[in-house]
């Protein structure tokens, strides 16, 4: 028999009670091929299978999250699961969060969610998965830790809690150190105040701070936003340290990365236990129907032995033309009186669009991780109320943060990731004001100058089809001859 002994961060096997057999199917199921493994020495001389075990064998022990994995695929095996946590009751007050009133789906994933101590909230961007969370520790009413990881999504999420809540939230991250019994944390700034530095090795000042191991040790609630980022070291080593009995993950992406890290997800936060999709918010009304239009650019003729970062910094950051097309797109629909939303990878690459939206007399902010997170989010504000009607933006926001409703979403950026092509449009999908129509119209550019950027192009378009999407190529700069492709 297996014997589970469950902990709030780990299982523990009583090997005495298990045969070998036994703890070999467990490992084996606990264990992933790692990417690349057949180029180890230690491989190559039989002193290594390639796989990445979660199983410790020498300690019996494996992240709780895994048992329910672990148990599907061990449907031949008798398992006993031994509960050893110190149950933390929910004081279940009342919903009643102030500025709102959930929506049928959102009480459902509440509803959902609470119904176990531990798991993946999967929402589709645009879902509201920070009111769930928001309201999950009203009615929970336990100290709470909220884990983020940017700057101005930090500041956000703090102040929709504060007005959500009535109460004073407290804040860490970006020079704010404040602790109350609900706390929206920024995750490299708290890894860092958990971690003793070896004092032999340290080049700077520790900021390892005793207050903070306190209060993730001893809160019973955590919740860790984008949690699809736990395979990263630092969030890894604020879950590590967590002593919290309900402990919840949100994304709108949790487990379509690698193997590996879906691995690391679903062993520090559980199975998915709510999900709502795109499919059901565009059912409802809630998010807007994207329709995608593609311009094929040809220019620059750069050599096909360039480099990738060479052919990025030319064929995109600073090909003149490609910029121009963006900022003609911008000027065509501002025009129009709708509001535009451009989004880049490289910092340079945005000041060279704003330049040109300069040129053509467009009135543009420009938001970015360099920018005090004020000016962002006032940038954003202004754009909410159409005070501004075109904002040029980093990746600050790919993930989590609140991106007021846009008609015209220009991808810049012309990388390969199906998974921030969820995102951005996913931010863009935000229902629309009252009298617009709840479209949102997509433009993307198929990069044909550099073997690489048409593969990245090649994948963004498989990821359009797969959806089934709309999608239209524009023959011309004056969009006077667009021809439906989907």
Not at 206 to 226: A, C, M, T
Request: hydrophobic share 35%; aromatic share 10%.
């Amino acid at each position: 028999m297996i014997e589970l002994h469950i902990e709030n961060l780990y299982c523990r096997v009583n090997k005495k009670k298990a045969t070998k057999e036994e703890l070999n199917a467990l490992s084996d199921v606990l264990s992933i091929k790692v990417p690349g493994y057949f180029f180890s020495k230690k491989w190559k001389e039989g002193l290594w299978d390639g796989r990445r075990r979660f199983f410790n064998r020498l300690t019996g022990t494996f992240y709780a999250g895994l048992i329910g994995f672990a148990e599907r695929r061990l449907p031949n095996f008798e398992i006993a699961e031994i509960d050893e946590r110190v149950q933390v009751l929910s004081k279940r007050q009342p919903l009643n969060l102030i500025g709102t009133q959930y929506r049928s789906y959102q009480s459902r994933m509440l509803l959902e969610a609470m119904a176990y101590p531990r798991g993946i909230i999967a929402g589709a961007t645009n879902s509201g998965k920070t009111e769930v969370a928001c309201g999950m520790i009203q009615v929970l009413g336990l100290p709470a830790n909220f884990l983020t990881h940017r700057k101005t999504l930090l500041h956000q999420t703090r102040k929709r809690f504060e007005h959500r809540l009535g109460r004073k939230v407290g804040i860490l991250g970006d020079g704010y150190d404040e602790i109350q019994d609900i706390n929206i944390l920024s995750v490299p700034s708290l890894s860092g105040r958990l971690t003793k530095d070896d004092e032999k090795k340290k080049k700077k000042k520790s900021s390892y701070d005793e207050r903070y191991v306190k209060i993730i040790k001893e809160y019973p609630v955590l919740f860790v936003d984008e949690c699809h980022h736990i395979s990263a070291a630092t969030f890894e080593t604020c879950l590590k340290e967590s002593g919290a009995y309900y402990r919840y993950g949100l994304s709108a992406t949790p487990l379509l990365r690698d193997d590996i890290s879906n691995m690391l997800v679903r062993g520090l936060l559980g199975d998915t236990v709510t999900e709502v999709t795109d499919e059901e918010l565009e059912a409802l009304g809630i998010s807007a129907i994207p329709s995608v239009y593609l311009h094929l650019v040809e220019k620059p003729e750069l050599p096909k032995h360039y480099p990738y970062d060479k052919a990025y910094d030319d064929g995109i950051v600073y090909n003149a033309y490609r910029n121009k097309l963006i900022a003609a797109d911008a000027k065509r629909f501002f025009d129009k009186g709708q509001s535009v939303f451009i989004i880049v990878f490289r910092i340079e690459h945005g000041w060279q669009i704003k330049g040109f939206l300069d040129e053509l007399g467009i009135e543009s902010a420009y938001i970015n991780g360099e920018e005090d997170s004020e000016y962002n989010l006032a940038v954003l504000e202004d754009f909410k109320n159409k005070k501004l009607r075109c904002v040029v933006s980093s990746l600050i926001s790919d993930e989590g943060l609140d991106i007021p409703a846009m008609n015209i979403l220009i991808l810049g950026v012309g990388d390969k990731s199906v998974l921030k092509i969820i995102q951005r449009i996913g931010r863009g999908r935000r229902q629309k004001g009252e009298g617009e129509e709840n479209v949102l119209t997509v433009i993307d550019f198929v990069d044909l100058f550099s073997p690489y950027l048409k593969k990245h192009s090649t994948s963004r378009l498989t990821y359009y089809i797969d959806k089934g999407l709309k999608m239209y190529e524009v023959k011309d700069a004056n969009w006077e001859t667009v021809v439906r492709l989907q």
